[in-house]
């Protein structure tokens, strides 16, 4: 692995490169290899190296290629992807920070072993104590230091489809705005693939937005039935291997007005697999909530039957009848 300092072009920072690449014994080796892969086991979404002419003229996919043809090249193009990025470094709110470019030998990538590069940006310093043995005492020094479990940046590109622009995992801790879309954007230049996961995520975040903005607009529907598809949609996700749009649009909107509406708003494919960590991040959007005023939440999970709603005259307030078993 190598490691160098890239500072903040935009601010006059400075560009400092390694003298040689760094030589970790095998104790220190598997440690890093376990910090810097922990936050991949959370990225789903995977991504090639793109460019609208032609990958020749991609920097960073030329760059890892001529590392997995040689990985004594290492050294020499990872001096290049840090002047790469240096020169991307140029908006005022880009922190710096040293950039670490590593080859792993074995990745197990669905089942197969592969060799990848990872290039990680550690922005953000903590502050820990050591305790050091000085004239038969113990000295405590206080030291600065980047925890690499916690890098802020991160790609691992598998050396798999290298003519389709390979696969890449990607995070970024630092969320999203102008300052953050360097990393993706304009220092790998990226675009995502179509897999199993971006295509269950898409489709139900279309489809919470045609219930939730579409349909009020088109039909005379209640916050409970609105509710009711909502829940219906995610039964079926949460329930089936893979997604059939003329079996989803059966189960879950009923009607035929509803569902031509729904085709014109949104466009899935025919069928897909449908991924169970995007269901599981989409179930936490899928709000089933009616609020109401600042003095009650109803949280709706079944049967829209047994909710009412009403009008009271004399009291001039909207209310809901709720009808249950058991109280838990």
């Known amino acids: 692995m190598t490691v160098h300092y890239i500072g903040n072009k935009h601010n006059g920072g400075a560009l400092l490169i390694s003298k040689q690449e760094q030589e970790p014994d095998s104790r220190l080796r598997a440690r890093l290899t376990e910090a810097l892969l922990s936050k991949f086991a959370h990225c789903h979404e995977r991504y090639t190296f793109h460019h609208p002419s032609s990958l020749d003229y991609n920097e960073v996919y030329q760059y890892v290629r001529a590392i997995f043809e040689d990985q004594t090249a290492l050294?020499?193009?990872?001096?290049?992807?840090?002047?790469?990025?240096?020169?991307?470094?140029?908006?005022?709110?880009?922190?710096?920070?040293?950039?670490?470019?590593?080859?792993?030998?074995?990745?197990?990538?669905d089942g197969t072993d592969l060799e990848a590069v990872g290039i990680f940006k550690a922005e953000t310093k903590v502050l820990f104590a050591d305790m050091v043995p000085a004239d038969e005492d113990l000295d405590l020094q206080l030291k600065e230091g980047v925890e690499l479990s916690k890098v802020d940046k991160g790609c691992l590109i598998v050396n798999r489809e290298e003519a389709q622009g390979y696969q890449l995992l990607i995070f970024d801790?630092?969320?999203?705005?102008?300052?953050?879309?360097?990393?993706?954007?304009?220092?790998?230049?990226?675009?995502?693939?179509?897999?199993?996961?971006?295509?269950?995520?898409?489709?139900?975040?279309?489809?919470?937005?045609?219930?939730?903005?579409?349909?009020?607009?088109?039909?005379?529907?209640?916050?409970?039935?609105?509710?009711?598809?909502?829940?219906?949609?995610?039964?079926?996700?949460?329930?089936?291997?893979?997604?059939?749009?003329?079996?989803?649009?059966?189960?879950?909107?009923?009607?035929?007005?509803?569902?031509?509406?729904f085709r014109n708003f949104v466009e899935p494919a025919e069928s897909f697999d449908i991924s169970s960590q995007a269901v599981k991040r989409q179930s936490r959007v899928f709000k089933s909530v009616i609020k109401l005023d600042k003095n009650f939440h109803i949280y709706v999970h079944g049967d829209r039957e047994l909710i009412e709603k009403g009008y009271d005259e004399a009291m001039g307030k909207h209310f809901y009848k709720i009808y249950f078993d058991v109280e838990v």
Do not use: C
């Open 75 to 109: 050294y020499e193009q990872s001096v290049r992807i840090a002047g790469h990025l240096f020169e991307q470094s140029a908006h005022p709110r880009i922190k710096p920070g040293e950039l670490y470019t590593a080859v792993f030998s074995r990745i197990d990538d």
């Open 173 to 261: 801790s630092n969320g999203k705005g102008e300052e953050a879309q360097y990393w993706k954007d304009k220092f790998l230049s990226v675009m995502i693939r179509q897999n199993e996961f971006v295509q269950t995520n898409d489709f139900l975040t279309q489809t919470k937005n045609f219930v939730t903005r579409q349909m009020p607009d088109e039909f005379e529907v209640s916050k409970t039935e609105q509710i009711d598809i909502l829940n219906r949609s995610m039964d079926y996700f949460k329930t089936h291997g893979s997604f059939h749009r003329e079996e989803f649009e059966t189960e879950v909107l009923h009607h035929d007005d509803l569902i031509k509406s």
